[in-house]
């Protein structure tokens, strides 16, 4: 297909081949669509296909731009993460509880893509409402990672991060409430982007929790994270926690150099948690951003540790508010035969929901019941704030903190089942961004033995532009984002 | 504080939640090391700060007292598993 290799392309290199008419919407969403048949048998990226809606709406970009009325990103296909609700084609969140709910509206998110020209190819597997950081909590099976298929993709974004590395499509969205996009763009190798808290509207996207939950761009580029951030973005009377403030021009921003830039280095990111081969290559990304005139400075955040029991009360706390909608009366999974009302809400759920979310559903309602409320939910909300007072303390002394994204490469399928700990460890260093509500990017920062390992940057608030353009820098300076996995049998 | 079956099986009705009683000693265990986890919140001297709930600590905004919302009661009852007439179907709650 002319000289586009899809197992590679970029949305910025798609557009450009579509502006000059050397591929139609409708070519390119088809060779997706049959990437998808070839490849999601072994990836398991991928848990809804909308065929007919694809190819409609690619129809559709081809007659748009034929009229000269296209949007930034018309006739390039995309996949949603199953956490967005998208009208008329089945919205799970990768539970049997909403194994076959069909939202009767879009996602904000989901809304502003379409008006930008976006082709949606389907949805993708994650875990089971977000719960997890291996994808390994779906309902549908695990996802597996492209580049080693015995290993996890990490989560809960996996299947959108599986599927931009396996070229099933250009891009795809995410959610990150404690490093959900972050962790697998790492372990995937691609690009991740965790705004700030508020940037895009939550409206329409299943609430895991509220004061946490983020939407954001899995690319392969920067370029491209910059060009879906700036479609996804803006207030929204729909969220009343979406932020007013002004949208910039995220393309922009990329332009311009990064010399005197103070990036600081929480020493507590490169402790002996961190595995020595992904510090070794963290370092010489540093480097890389060194020679481009940053500077490097140590930081403190000295509550990194107590950010995973700060995160684990608050965001398991608010999930049980927010799943206690799932009551087997309005919508999502019933029981057969209930012989009362409470028999319906308690069989339903427990059926509906699977083990980790029937578990953290436990903690958070232990969390925030009478006679525990302040030992731990509120004083959760106290180690938040001075979290939060930590990275604000940073950022007195340097623009932008820099560290790796997860501890380790992607580790093998059931390798941490057994031990909630140990999985929630993955999040050390994303989770407090979270509970910052900071922006936090995940780009490429080298193989570990054929296993990509990414380089998180974390900007102040609403300071997306700053980490853009470093990472931007970085991936002009190497070529870590451009490798990609060999599939079997892989070709465009 | 170590916890036990019967504190879990609590937490579970007030969660709605029916743990069969073959699991209950694994989710037990697990829920066992997750507040061992959170414990070292203690750690942390928290005297006198202000808990926080968002992370940009944002009033909550209001809109405008004005109806805005046409009836859509047929969209949104579509995904329920038990409806008639309108109203959604329950067990018996009242003999």
Known sequence: ?492 | MPVTTEDVAQVALLARLSIPEETMEDVTGRFTRVLELVAELQQVDTDGVVPMSNPHDMEQRLRADAVTEENRRDKLQKPAPSVEDGYFLVPRVID
């Open chain 1, 1 to 492: 297909m002319n000289s586009l290799d899809l197992s590679s392309a970029t949305a910025a290199q798609l557009i450009s081949a579509l502006q000059a008419g050397t591929i139609s919407s409708l070519e390119l969403t088809q060779a997706y669509l049959q990437r998808i048949e070839k490849f999601n048998p072994a990836v398991n990226a991928v848990v809804t296909i909308d065929h007919e809606g694809a190819l409609a709406s690619a129809a559709a970009a081809d007659q748009a731009r034929a009229k000269g009325a296209e949007g930034p990103l018309t006739g390039v296909p995309l996949l949603h993460k199953d956490i967005f609700c998208t009208a008329g084609v089945r919205t799970t969140c990768a539970s049997k509880m909403l194994a076959n709910f069909e939202p009767p509206y879009n996602a904000t998110v989901v809304e502003k893509l379409n008006a930008a020209g976006v082709v949606t190819l389907g949805k993708t597997n994650m875990d089971e409402f977000a719960m997890g950081s291996s994808n390994e909590t779906s309902y549908f099976g695990p996802s597996f990672n492209p580049w080693d298929l015995k290993r996890v993709p990490g989560g809960s974004s996996g299947g959108s991060a599986a599927a931009v590395a396996a070229g099933l499509a250009p891009l795809s969205t995410g959610t990150d409430t404690g490093g959900s996009i972050r962790q697998p763009a790492s372990l995937c190798g691609i690009t991740g982007f965790k705004p700030t808290y508020g940037r895009i509207s939550r409206f329409g996207i299943i609430a895991f929790a509220s004061s946490l939950d983020q939407a954001g761009p899995m690319t392969r580029t920067v370029e491209d994270a910059a060009l879906m951030l700036s479609a996804m973005c803006g207030l929204d009377a729909n969220d009343s926690t979406s932020a007013d403030v002004p949208v910039p021009n995220f393309q922009t921003a990329l332009n311009g150099d990064i010399k005197g830039l103070r990036i600081g280095l929480p020493k507590e990111y490169f402790s002996d948690m961190l595995n020595a081969d992904v510090a070794t290559s963290i370092h010489a990304a540093l480097k890389e951003l060194e020679a481009e005139g940053a500077i490097l400075v140590d930081v403190d955040l000295p509550h990194t540790r107590q950010g995973i029991a700060t995160y684990y009360v608050i965001a398991p706390a608010e999930a049980s508010a927010n799943l206690a909608r799932y009551d087997g009366v309005r919508f999502g999974h019933r029981c057969d035969n209930p012989t009362d009302l409470m028999d319906l809400y308690a069989r339903s759920r427990s059926e509906g929901f699977g083990g980790e979310v029937q578990r953290r559903i436990l903690v958070g309602t232990y969390a925030l019941s009478a006679g525990f409320y302040d030992a731990y939910f509120k004083k959760a909300q106290q180690v938040r704030r001075i979290i939060s007072e930590d990275f604000k303390k940073a950022f007195e002394v340097c623009d932008l903190i820099a560290g790796p994204s997860a501890p380790n490469v992607a580790f093998p399928v059931g390798a941490k089942n057994d031990d909630p700990i140990a999985m929630y460890m993955e999040d050390v260093y994303t989770l407090s961004v979270n509970l910052a509500g900071l922006p936090g990017l995940s780009v490429p920062a080298g193989l570990i033995n054929d296993l990509p390992i990414g380089l998180q940057l974390i900007g102040r608030p609403f300071d997306e532009e700053t980490v853009l353009r470093a990472g931007h820098r970085l991936q002009l300076r190497t070529d870590h984002h451009l490798k990609t996995p060999q599939l079997g049998a892989d070709q465009s």
